[in-house]
């Protein structure tokens, strides 16, 4: 098991982990790198200005000038696609941000309080678990405006049972290991050792949870737009697309198959993501490091 | 038959690094560890030995203050240059007595250090804690100089590394570096060597060694391994079933065992003994589980001498709680 002691340190050897790029890891980074391009071009450029409303210039197919056509309103839609990017991946950020502060200091809280309180704090996360996330934002939407920041608010909220629970699993795994136990007998306290111990070791699980959520997040942001509870026009949004192209589906399907796709492949990318993410840092491969 | 050895007189009260008396650790009504008085002087190193379960860690956790959340300890352990008990404090207080006064070695090195965290920084935090140095950068340099003394080539190097880039042998040097860092007055190691190669033991335990006796450091050393309790300690207790069963100084417990468990332990660790069969000699049964102990004498259901006496639980026999025994039909009389 060990080689004897006076081998050199070798600070290169790599940790032994499973295969470097696993396929999903690949395409969710290739697909959410995209979605990141596509909103980073839209502050420099988009073919058109995605709000300038053109009466002669409506409902056109595809064409060299309009790649992706123009709405009823006569907007490029492929403009609007490039600009709902942005909506979409700060959406994402709020609300995963929102969901990441509040849910990894109170999974790793849970953990290593007392196990009464922990239970009592999972107990009362299971209760928030159950409310769904679409009617909470809708209340959001209700008692403060339909915006976007409420919208994400109320996403937000919704995904900290989730992150809550994964990181107070892992927390607790972290809390049963010998390297705890010599920090605690090296007089360090709870605080110290929850920042310096415990929060580096869950980190793995923390980066594949916040890619999951973002997922959620995207979707969900979509629906609220598509209920019209959440971003407001003239801000364009894939979702709110997909709802003005409603009326239209037969006569212009491709109004609401652009946005669709995009949303669709954007969810699927993240998802991938945090799939090769969860299979690049298993955290039963871990333990055995 | 010989000349009687002279007991080793067990250091007062006034004068010992550790004094543990009555010390229980107790889970959910079921007594773990009951009745264990313990003395340690300076520089003195004393060795903790038992089978497995027999609780000798839950000992070991007990004195730090480290037990289990559903875990329990009562009686007294006093620390010298510590004003308060141990047991019932407060975890803030037993935060500041642990690194400082008593540090720990642990069995496993390859998890007793943080994946996540260089090596030299975790050793520069063992002095950070309790400010044995002033800021982060005296740590620094100060924890490369800890591990070259510890004897990691390189230790510049190695205080880059993170622990998975160092062998099993060298993560235990850090560890022994760590727990040493504070020059505590008892050290605390729990079969530090257990995990590691033969070979690699006896460089550790060297180190283990020389590092309690240069600060005149008191060793609590537990394992199993009865060839390391007689190369590095000078007194031994015996623990089977929560209790201390015998106790005194090496070579007296290890060539005239008064306890039939002590004997046991000992016969089976002879490798030239066999019987008949060419079959090396054991101790009947195995370690019951927690809680499921014979009353009486706790070894009353593995021995080959007990009696209906033994259902009643034998006192302690000797001068002192350093040496003695507790046995109702002790080894080296006639048989009785």
């Not at chain 1, 942005?86 to 502060?101: D, E, I, P, S």
């Not at chain 1, 209760?127 to 937000?156: E, K």
Request: hydrophobic share 45%; proline share 6%.
């Amino acid at each position: 098991m060990s080689s004897p002691d006076d081998v050199v340190v070798q600070p290169n050897s790599d940790r032994r982990r499973g295969p470097r790029l696993n396929p999903s890891l690949v395409v969710g980074g290739v697909i959410v790198m995209c979605v990141v391009l596509m909103a980073l071009v839209s502050f420099a450029w988009t073919p058109y200005d995605p709000t300038r409303v053109d009466a002669t210039q409506r409902l056109l197919g595809s064409s060299a000038k309009h790649w992706f056509g123009t709405d009823k309103f006569g907007r490029d839609v492929l403009s609007q696609i490039l600009m709902g990017s942005r909506t979409t991946l700060f959406v994402g950020l709020v609300a995963v941000g929102v969901a990441a502060v509040i849910g990894v200091p109170l999974g790793i809280l849970a953990a290593m309080t007392t196990r009464r309180l922990g239970e009592l704090l999972m107990r009362g996360n299971d209760l928030l678990l159950a409310f769904p996330a679409l009617l909470l934002a809708i209340m959001f939407g209700a008692v403060y405006n339909a915006s976007t920041l409420t919208a994400m608010i109320a996403i937000g909220i919704a995904s900290v049972p989730n992150f809550a629970r994964v990181i107070r699993s892992g927390a607790l795994q972290v809390m049963g290991t010998e390297y705890v136990l010599a920090a605690r007998s090296a007089g360090r306290r709870p605080f110290a050792i929850g920042v310096r111990h415990v929060l580096p070791n869950v980190s793995s699980l923390i980066i594949v949870q916040t890619s999951v959520s973002f997922a959620i997040a995207v979707l969900a942001e979509a629906a609220l737009s598509f209920l019209g509870l959440g971003t407001p026009p003239p801000t364009p949004s894939w979702g709110r697309m997909l709802l003005e192209s409603q009326e239209m589906l037969y006569s212009a399907p491709r109004l609401a198959i652009f946005p669709g796709l995009a949303i669709a492949v954007a969810v699927l990318g993240f998802n991938l993501l945090g799939d090769g993410l969860r299979d690049r840092f298993d955290p039963k491969l871990e333990d055995r490091r | 038959m010989t000349a009687v050895i002279d007991p080793v007189t067990s250091p007062d009260a006034e004068h010992a690094v550790l004094t543990v008396r009555g010390l229980g650790v107790t889970v959910r009504d079921v007594a773990l560890v009951r009745d264990v008085d313990l003395t340690i002087g300076p520089g003195e190193r004393v060795g903790l030995i038992g089978e497995s379960g027999s609780g000798k860690s839950m000992t070991a956790l007990g004195i730090m203050g480290l037990l289990p959340e559903d875990v329990t300890a009562t009686g007294s352990v006093r620390l010298t240059g510590v004003e308060h008990d141990l047991i019932g404090a407060d975890e803030r207080a037993l935060s500041r007595v642990r690194g400082r006064d008593v540090a720990m070695v642990f069995q496993e090195p390859m998890t007793a250090l943080n994946p996540t965290m260089r090596v030299g920084d975790q050793v520069a935090e063992a002095m950070l804690i309790h400010r044995t140095e002033p800021n982060r950068r005296a740590a620094q340099a100060s924890a490369v100089d800890r591990l070259d003394r510890v004897g990691l080539p390189d230790p510049i190097q190695a205080a880059r590394a993170y622990p998975h880039q160092l062998s099993g042998g060298q993560q235990q040097r850090v560890v022994v570096a760590i727990a040493l860092a504070n020059d505590p007055a008892l050290l605390v190691c729990d079969e530090p060597t257990t995990a590691l190669d033969v070979t690699v033991q006896a460089l550790v335990l060297d180190l283990i060694v020389r590092g309690v006796t240069a600060r005149n450091s008191a060793m609590l050393f537990i394992t199993h391994d009865l060839a390391v309790v007689a190369t590095v300690c000078q007194r031994v207790l015996v623990m089977y079933g929560g209790r201390v069963v015998e106790a005194g100084r090496v070579d007296q417990v290890f060539t005239r065992p008064r306890h039939r468990y002590t004997q046991g332990l000992i016969g089976a660790s002879d490798l030239e003994v066999v019987d008949s069969r060419g079959r090396l000699a054991t101790i009947a049964g195995s370690v019951p589980a927690a809680g499921s102990f014979p009353v009486g004498c706790v070894f009353r259901n593995r021995c080959n001498h007990s009696t209906e006496l033994c259902k009643i639980p034998p006192d302690w026999t000797g001068p002192d709680s350093a040496n003695g025994f507790a046995c109702h039909h002790p080894a080296g009389l006639s048989n009785v």
